[in-house]
């Protein structure tokens, strides 16, 4: 499992022109499922991203969790994150978990981490989404299932 995790000022969700779901201060974390992940692989992650210190503190340094300065959270699933670049020049994504299987995962992690933010919002799995968002810093972090 990977994420990739944007500290924002604010980010968005747009489908077919409609806005889905939006935050204010807080994490996009954009959310890829491997062939082999599951709900432990799942559980870990969870753990990690909602300890990570990325948010300044009084004196500038990243020392704050997303709960300490009470900041929202936008997942969107992003297949694309399992992105295999080694071989030609188009991207294999055989790496990455079947449709189904992901969905159910991409549901778990967001019922999992519902109750412990402020606010939590959503992509659409499997939508051509629209997303934007106002990086802070810019400030990314890619947390991967196989580093921790």
Known sequence: MRFLIQVVNQASVDIDGERVSSIGKGMLVLVGIGKEDDEAVADKM????????????SNG???LSL??????????????????????NRPSFTNSMGPQRAEELYNYVADSIR??????G???????????LINNGPFTVILDSEDI
């Open 67 to 88: 709960a300490d300065v009470e900041g929202e959270m936008l997942l969107v699933s992003q297949f694309t994150l399992y992105a295999d670049c080694r071989h030609g």
């Open 115 to 120: 109750p412990q933010v402020k606010k939590l």
């Open 122 to 132: 959503l992509g659409v799995f499997g939508a051509d989404m629209k997303v934007s």
């Open 46 to 57: 969870i753990a990690k991203l909602l300890k990570m210190r990325i948010f300044s503190d």
């Open 61 to 63: 340094k990243t020392n």
